[in-house]
């Protein structure tokens, strides 16, 4: 089972997060030939101070 996993900042309402698991998932099953219920999306959340950008934090 293929597994995609997105990690990003917070911000995205529960309405974005299906259309983008939707998506990906449509793509990643067109673009592999596997069969859509067989692919697995997170989205993970990760707030702004976690993360870093060229050296910087975004928080």
Known sequence: MPLIQISQTPGLTD????????????????????NPSSVWVTITEVPRENWGVGGTPLG
């Open 15 to 34: 309405e974005q997060k299906a259309t983008v698991i939707a998506e990906v998932t449509r793509a990643y099953a067109d673009a592999a030939g596997k």
